[in-house]
């Protein structure tokens, strides 16, 4: 130090002071600014940690864009649906038939059913007949809208009836009657028989229909005495057990469309049902017998009336008024009936031998139709065939 002069050991002590401090800023660390409001750490005092190696870059793989999701609506198990083919259902028609799985209907849980159409009136009275070789298979009434109508089962005879009030449809028109299985199995098997039966009207809807058609009745009219036949015909056909329509034909083919078996086939089922034979008649209002030039009757005084025979009795009814009664006799009141020979005159005699004087109106027939009233009488009032 001493070979140095001073002003070089000055430039030298200066050179070694600088040096000094910039080696004490470079040792405080790489310089990067610290974020503000955070502490900047110290690398732990720890052995150098090992560099975990990058992996080898690989060529990247698309990735394929999922499908669109097709959202399916759900299918029933047992798909509802109607029979193909549902038959109109008439009265008196018998049905044989059977369950099918290609043919019959199914409902919404599945069950097989066949169905019949009927049109029906609220004035029909009728019972359903059902049989089955398959104690699952039921019979069901449905209105038009689907409505049930209850059926109850006669034990005795085994026949349905409508439980409504009455027994009758609620109103005309249309209405559907089904056979169902009902077993859980779901299965389409099973035969039966149907038939819906009539049987009858309801007795105002049937005595209606039987004013109105005499009411229209015009004998003088060809087309309108076969028009009422007809409808007779279908009334009668309608309610074979009421005996009106059985009497106003039994007067048609008497009188008006002249058929002799007809007359006396409609007769014969009126005083079965409990109605009347009727035949029109001459007789005297005062008792006197007429007298007779052949087939020729002369009546003192000359009357019309209506002869009705019923079973066990006899009566007289006023042409203008069926109501009116002019008079009666039942069957155990009368001694005997008899036809003079030699004209279509009748004679009845009563228990106090009192005579009663009559004959049919003066036609062709009248000879036939007077052994016809004796013969009615004998069988039907007094019940002593000659």
């Known amino acids: 130090m001493k070979d140095i002069p001073f002003f070089r050991w000055a430039m030298v002590s200066m050179l070694l002071l600088l040096a000094g401090g910039i080696t004490k800023t470079f040792a405080q660390g790489p310089g990067d600014l610290p974020v503000p409001g955070t502490k900047k750490k110290a690398p732990p005092a720890t052995a150098k940690s090992k560099t975990t190696p990058k992996p080898k870059a690989t060529s990247p793989v698309a990735t394929p864009t999922p499908a669109p999701v097709v959202r399916e609506e759900p299918r029933p198990r047992t798909p509802e649906r109607k029979p193909a083919q549902q038959p109109a259902l008439s009265f008196n028609q018998l049905v044989q038939a059977g369950l099918d799985e290609r043919n019959s209907g199914r409902n919404k849980v599945g069950n097989y059913y066949n169905e019949y159409i009927f049109n029906g009136k609220s004035s029909d009275l009728f019972t359903l007949q059902f049989q089955a070789d398959n104690p699952a298979l039921s019979l069901l009434f449905y209105d038009a809208t689907g409505g049930e109508l209850m059926l109850t089962k006669d034990m005795q005879s085994g026949d349905y009836k409508l439980g409504t009030a009455g027994g009758t449809l609620p109103t005309d028109g249309e ?139 006899l009566l007289l009814a006023d042409p203008t008024d069926a109501s009116k009664i002019l008079f009666s006799f039942n069957g155990v009141q009368m001694r005997s009936i008899e036809r003079a020979s030699s004209a279509p005159l009748i004679t009845m005699q009563g228990l106090q031998r009192r005579n009663y004087y009559f004959a049919p109106l003066p036609s062709a027939t009248a000879s036939d139709e007077a052994n016809l009233i004796v013969r009615f009488i004998q069988t039907y009032v007094i019940k002593k065939v000659k």
């Open 175 to 313: 209405y559907r009657v089904r056979i169902l299985n009902a077993s859980e199995g779901k299965l389409a098997t099973g035969s039966y028989s149907l038939k819906l039966v009539r049987a009858g009207m309801v007795e105002a809807a049937y005595l209606a229909t039987l004013e109105k058609t005499a009411r229209a009745f015009k004998a003088e009219d060809p087309a309108n005495v076969e028009a009422t036949a007809k409808q007779l015909e279908q009334l009668a056909a309608d309610d074979p057990k009421r005996p009106g329509a059985f009497e106003l034909l039994g007067v048609i083919y008497q009188y008006h469309k002249p058929n002799a078996e007809k007359a006396i086939h409609n007769y014969e089922q009126a005083i079965r049902l409990g109605g009347a034979a009727q035949f029109k008649i001459n007789y005297d209002g005062t008792g006197v017998a007429p007298k007779r030039k052949g087939e020729l009757l002369e009546w003192r005084e000359n009357k019309i009336a209506w002869l009705r025979l019923y079973d066990g009795r």
